[in-house]
């Protein structure tokens, strides 16, 4: 692979996003068709997949002290100004916006639903309607992907720019082949990596509103040594995971279509670092093979998954990170992805919401364990354990035929319990 073009790709994957992606591209299609109609609709009407909704109906909507996909869209409705802001548009969230998105819910006008004969597993169709006037905005394939828009029947150009283009998001790559173009991108260039993290660190700083992540932290405290690595990992990752999923507006980094990809991949290795005290040259470098893997083994899942991502793609990036940090070798990196895809590759994704910080927070800091494992005490999972296979390739194939296949179930299934979840906590 060309250096040259992985810094391409890498920058095309990091994208600045508010609250949980999935509701907030809900906002942006609304605010999309909002924008095309070119008045405030009176009417709303979007249909999302079933694994947009899973992650879009539990979920806190930033500065709105709400949850779930109809105040996702009741909002669009009052972003339309902001459309060409893409994911970045909850950073302008403001109690006034807030406020008239609360009317536009109690006047229900506001109505949200899926489908499960939607063309891709990331579609979001948004609808809008004031009198006779109609516009339509299609999300397709990426959280930022604008596909279609429509006025009154007619197409609209596109003129919205996505995150990467179509043909890099489709394209899988080997990691050994990226991780050697990696080694010829000098350090100046990545040292956007290390600010993306610090972004995403700043997620977790204010620990007062945070339940879990104040647990964590005091947990940590005292802490020294390899201990100190892990617990720093968990404790960053752990509580800018909560407070994106709590509804908090705190803006951060994604990797890969996922905010809290972006989390565990870069403040797993930030606080591994920490803890080893690395030098800002091995953080910027650990921090790349973190990206690198990440982004390779995602692609391999696809940006929709059944597979919780964070605890598969995240968490191999920092097991693969932290080897960087400890200068162990590409054999040892190896090894410490095995470990991570070899235990947590059956961890489902139940949606977005406070449980995934639990998640993310948990495989982090055995990342970082299974990397001080690998390296310092030649400790790995033995080749041809059940998803292990006997190289990194054959497991990468093997994770991505479990999603395919041995997951197909899943998603209808835990669909049903949220629907069940959502009835019972009706009042």
């Given at each position: 692979m060309d250096s040259e073009r992985l810094l391409r790709i890498i920058r095309g994957e990091l994208v600045e996003t508010t609250g949980c992606t999935d509701p907030g591209a809900i906002v942006l299609a609304v605010a999309v068709a909002a924008q095309a109609l070119g008045r405030t609709p009176g009417d709303v009407e979007v249909v999302l997949s079933p694994e947009v909704y899973k992650n879009a109906v539990s979920v806190g909507i930033p500065g709105t002290g709400r949850r779930g996909a109809e105040q996702a869209a009741a909002l669009g409705v009052e972003m339309a100004e902001y459309a060409d802001d893409g994911l970045a548009i909850m950073n302008r969230v403001t109690p006034e916006k807030v406020a008239a998105s609360l009317t536009h819910l109690e006047q229900g006008g506001v109505r949200v639903g899926y489908a499960g004969d939607c063309p891709d597993k990331l579609y979001i169709q948004a609808r809008v309607r004031a009198g006779a006037e109609e516009?339509?905005?299609?999300?397709?394939?990426?959280?930022?992907?604008?596909?279609?828009?429509?006025?009154?029947?007619?197409?609209?150009p596109l003129t919205r720019v996505v995150s990467a283009a179509p043909e890099t998001l489709a394209e899988t790559f080997d990691?050994?082949?990226?991780?050697?173009?990696?080694?010829?991108?000098?350090?100046?260039e990545l040292e956007f990596l290390l600010r993306a993290a610090e972004m995403n660190k700043a997620a977790a700083s204010d620990l007062k509103d945070l339940?879990?992540?104040?647990?964590?932290?005091?947990?940590?405290?005292?802490?020294?040594?390899?201990?100190?690595?892990?617990?720093?990992?968990?404790?960053?990752?752990?509580?800018?995971?909560?407070?994106?999923?709590?509804?908090?507006?705190?803006?951060?980094?994604?990797?890969?279509?996922?905010?809290?990809?972006g989390i565990i991949a870069l403040l797993g290795v930030l606080g591994?670092?920490?803890?080893?005290?690395?030098?800002?040259?091995?953080?910027?470098?650990?921090?790349?093979?973190s990206t690198v893997v990440t982004i390779t083994v995602k692609r391999i899942l696809t940006r929709m998954t059944n597979v919780c991502g964070c605890t598969v793609a995240g968490a191999s990036g920092v097991a693969a990170g932290t080897v960087s940090l400890l200068g162990g070798?590409?054999?040892?990196?190896?090894?410490a992805i095995q470990a991570v895809l070899g235990a947590?590759?059956?961890?489902?994704?139940?949606?977005?919401?406070?449980?995934?910080?639990?998640?993310?927070?948990?495989?982090?800091g055995s990342a970082i364990?299974?990397?001080?494992?690998?390296?310092?005490d030649g400790v790995a999972i033995p080749q041809g354990m059940g998803v292990v296979g006997s190289t990194l390739a054959q497991t990468l194939a093997n994770l991505g035929k479990l999603n395919e296949?041995?997951?197909?179930?899943?998603?209808?299934?835990?669909?049903?319990?949220?629907?069940?979840?959502?009835?019972e906590r009706r009042p």
């Open positions: 516009a339509l905005a299609v999300i397709q394939g990426d959280y930022d992907a604008v596909s279609r828009l429509e006025r009154n029947g007619r197409e609209l990691i050994e082949e990226a991780l050697d173009a990696l080694e010829c991108i000098p350090l100046d339940r879990f992540g104040g647990a964590l932290a005091r947990m940590t405290a005292g802490l020294a040594g390899r201990h100190a690595c892990a617990a720093l990992g968990k404790l960053y990752t752990g509580a800018a995971v909560e407070a994106r999923m709590c509804g908090l507006v705190r803006p951060i980094t994604a990797i890969a279509g996922s905010g809290n990809i591994a670092g920490e803890g080893l005290e690395a030098s800002r040259e091995e953080l910027i470098r650990a921090l790349a093979v070798s590409r054999a040892r990196m190896d090894e947590f590759s059956g961890v489902v994704c139940d949606g977005a919401k406070e449980s995934c910080a639990y998640k993310a927070s948990a495989t982090a364990e299974y990397a001080f494992f690998a390296v310092g296949q041995g997951m197909r179930e899943v998603g209808s299934c835990i669909l049903e319990i949220i629907r069940t979840n959502q009835k």
